[in-house]
Structures are given as structure tokens and as C-alpha cells.
């Protein structure tokens, strides 16, 4: 009997990977275990390992290519379905095994049609297409419908049947307009065209996402971090030694924690389905990181109960096994506030994109030296140098209001400029 191994479901918003190796060959005998994929999600390299013991008869994908989760990747015959259901990514197998609860008969003038065989994350693709499955040519293994037969009769435009509504309509629409298409550049100089995918591709889908979604507000200010820095210094190399980096990110994510907990709506995302805000009592940060491949998003759990050499330790380690591409998935989801720091590579002001869901992210940019109006002991004010640091909140102004992001600031500008200050406001 063949089984079908389709691309499973890897997490929280992941919906299609890109195939980065394939490690076996039509004719191949696998056992369970052992590695037969490399896939790419998101922002995440995964290696998907073979669900059971058995050969493989054909291998349906290759290095390069896109797969959405349920698609058919490699086809096998036999197989310990046992052994199976022990792997961490469960097999999505063939016709005979994708008929469950979800799977229902289709009435369609007066007749009773027979169900079906699609997997569950076909089914609710064509739901959201509006796409009847009765219609559509199935090109799977075994007369299975794979989300590529919806997606080619949603585009071909032929009739469909839409599923009724689950609920009253959202009272915000979102209304997108197709971009206009592209001239030939060619016509004007030699070009070079570079695929559109992996890392840059995610981020241009979450960064689009933000845009369109989410009105963005930024409030800018600078602080002093003359004496923070000073600390900084003093403390870096027993940090070091320790294994970690004392960042000014680390300063800056224990005194955003203190910020939330005092102004928690930045801690929220608005859920318009249900008409409600939806505010995480966890503090779940995530760093943007540079990296050779692009921008990604690690996410350092629980900040508000962890030390700054806690911190420095667990962050310096992140940032190492993200630049290498070795980030656990689950590491990149579950933020609920997000921390992004130019500075380290010199730059200033800034408006970072919110990341969606969220409705807060806050930017650091480098610190300067600069003069500045210092108050003296007798009430009087001179001018002195200090390292004064850029300081960016871009907030989702749905959400929370210009006032409340000044509130907010102030919090973190106090803890940042004063050491002592930071470390007493710390909850």
C-alpha cells in the first residue's frame, strides 16, 4: 500500500515552506528517522525526518521548490503506520486516511454527492476561496485534491459554490488593489534577476501584512545613557566571561518589561473578528536580528522575571544560533512586543513596521555623544557632553493613543537613563 507524506503543519502562522534538500530518491529505502527532507519556514530551517520504515517510490519536490502545508511531497510503499504517529510531524497520508470528521457530503440538486478526499488544510483552503471541491480535478495520489487543484480553479474563475457564513461580517474590510504590472527593464540596461524567496519573501508577506493593516504612529525621543553606559562597561567582561553580551538591548528589554506591565495595552492585539483586545499577562520579547540571509525575529520568553546576566546570557545565545540558522521554530513565535536595535550598526532615528500582531515595537538607534543642558546642584544649567541615544516607539494607534505612548517612553527613558533606577523599577 503507498502512503503519501504531505508537507505537515509546523507551527502557528506557517503556511508553506521552501524545500531547501532532498535527501532520498525514487527507489530508496528509508527507515523511520532518518532525515528525508530540508525545508525552510518562514524564517526557519527545518529537517523533516522520515515517519516510518519503507521505499520510496517518488519524490514529488526538489530543491527550490514552494510547498503549502498539505501538499504532497514524497510518495512511499508500506511503511509502519505505528511508527508513524511517534514522529514529531505527523504523516498527512493518502486518500483513505484523509476522510474524518471535517469530511462531509456535498447536496447539489437534490443529490447527494460522495465525500470527498482532501486533507483538512485543502479543505479549509477552499473554504476561504469559496471553491467547491465537488468541482475540482484532483491531481493527488489516489484522487487526492491537493491545494494547488483549488488554487488553479479558484484562478481558472469557474463557478463555485462559497460556504455560508460562520458568523456576522467582519465590521472592518480590508481592501487591496492589484499592483500595476511591471515594465520590462530590460529595455534600458542589463538586469539581473534574483529568485524572490525564502527569508526576504516571509518578510515581505509580514511586513505587507503590518503596513496594510495596522495604522502606524511613532513617537521619537532621545535619552541619556551616559551613566548607563558607564555601568554597561563596568559589568560587560564578568558577562562575558559568563558566556553572554551585555547589549544595551538587554537594558532595553527589562525596561520595556516594566514599561508593559505599567501600560499593558502595548502588551495586547486586536482581534477585530471578536470585536475585543486581547492583552498577554506573559512578556514574551522579540529581537530583530541581522542576519546574512535577512531579518528574523527570535523571541526571549518571560523577560520580566529573568536578570540582566540571565538575559545577556540567553539573548547572546539566540543571536548565535539565529545567525547560524540552527533557531528552534518554536524559539521565532509567541512574542508579544518586539525590540529592534540600529544602533548597533550606527544608525539613528527610525520608523520600524509594527509586527503584526503585535501593536508596539520599539527602536534603539546609536548613541552619540553630544552637548547637552545639564542642571547643575545650584539650579543653574551648563553645557556638558553626553551620550544621548536615539529612542523610536511606533504603536498601533487602534489600540493606544499618542498620550499613552508618551506615558510609556517616559517609563523607559527613566529606566534607561539611570542605572539604579532601572534596576529598582524592575517588577
Keep these: 500500500m503507498s502512503r503519501s507524506f504531505t508537507l505537515p503543519d509546523l507551527g502557528e502562522g506557517v503556511h508553506e515552506a521552501e524545500v531547501l534538500a532532498v535527501h532520498v530518491t525514487a527507489g530508496q529505502q528509508v527507515k523511520e528517522g532518518e532525515p528525508i527532507l530540508d525545508i525552510e519556514t518562514d524564517k526557519a530551517a527545518v529537517e523533516i525526518p522520515s515517519p516510518f520504515t519503507g521505499k520510496v517510490v517518488q519524490v514529488l519536490v526538489k530543491a527550490g521548490d514552494q510547498a503549502r502545508v498539505g ?17 514529531q510531524m505527523p504523516e498527512r497520508s493518502s486518500a483513505d ?30 473554504r476561504e476561496l469559496g471553491v467547491d471541491l465537488q468541482q475540482v480535478t484532483a491531481t493527488g495520489a489516489g484522487g487526492l485534491v491537493t491545494a494547488e487543484d483549488v488554487r488553479a480553479l479558484a ?19 480590508s481592501f487591496f488593489y492589484p499592483a500595476p504590472a511591471l515594465p520590462d ?15 526576504r519573501r516571509a518578510t515581505a ?31 560587560k567582561e564578568e558577562i562575558k566571561a559568563a558566556g553572554g553580551r551585555l547589549t544595551l538591548t538587554v537594558f532595553a528589554m527589562k525596561a520595556a518589561a516594566t514599561a508593559l506591565k505599567a501600560y499593558p495595552m502595548f502588551n495586547s492585539s486586536l482581534d477585530l473578528a471578536a470585536q475585543e483586545i486581547v492583552v498577554k499577562n506573559y512578556y514574551n520579547m522579540g529581537v530583530a536580528v541581522d542576519t546574512e540571509d535577512g531579518l528574523i525575529v527570535p523571541v ?51 520608523t520600524p513596521i509594527i509586527n ?7 527602536g ?28 523610536v516607539l511606533c504603536f498601533d494607534h487602534r489600540v493606544v493613543d499618542g498620550a499613552d505612548s508618551i506615558r510609556f517612553m517616559k517609563v523607559v527613558i527613566e529606566a534607561l537613563q539611570d542605572p539604579e533606577e532601572l534596576l529598582i523599577s524592575m517588577i
Aim: glycine share 8%; proline share 7%.
Design 185 to 199: 527593464f530590460a529595455q534600458w540596461g542589463e538586469v539581473q534577476r534574483l529568485p524572490f524567496r525564502s527569508i
Design 205 to 235: 508577506r509580514q511586513m505587507a501584512t503590518a503596513w496594510s493593516q495596522i495604522p502606524h504612529v511613532t513617537s521619537q525621543d532621545l535619552v541619556d545613557i551616559t551613566r548607563l553606559e558607564a555601568f554597561r562597561r563596568k559589568h
Design 155 to 173: 484562478a481558472a474563475g469557474r463557478e463555485v459554490v462559497a460556504q455560508p457564513a460562520s458568523g456576522p461580517p467582519s465590521p472592518v474590510e
Design 356 to 362: 503584526y500582531p503585535q501593536v508596539a515595537i520599539l
Design 364 to 391: 534603539l538607534g546609536h548613541g552619540r555623544m553630544q552637548p547637552a543642558a545639564v542642571q547643575r546642584d545650584d539650579g543653574g544649567y551648563e553645557i556638558v557632553p553626553r551620550l544621548l541615544m536615539p529612542l
Design 71 to 87: 501538499e504532497e511531497m514524497i510518495v512511499f510503499e508500506g511503511g509502519d503506520a505505528a511508527g508513524a504517529k511517534k514522529q
Design 300 to 350: 526571549i520568553r518571560d523577560v520580566d522575571r529573568k536578570s540582566l546576566r540571565e538575559l545577556a546570557i540567553e539573548l547572546h545565545q539566540c543571536v548565535q544560533r539565529t545567525r547560524s540558522r540552527k533557531a528552534a521554530l518554536e524559539e521565532l513565535q509567541g512574542g508579544s512586543f518586539t525590540i529592534t536595535n540600529a544602533g548597533a550598526m550606527g544608525g539613528g532615528f527610525f
Design 97 to 126: 486516511a484523509v476522510l474524518n470528521k471535517e469530511t462531509a457530503p456535498v447536496a447539489q440538486a437534490g443529490k447527494t454527492a460522495a465525500p470527498v478526499p482532501a486533507s483538512p488544510a485543502t479543505r479549509r483552503l477552499a
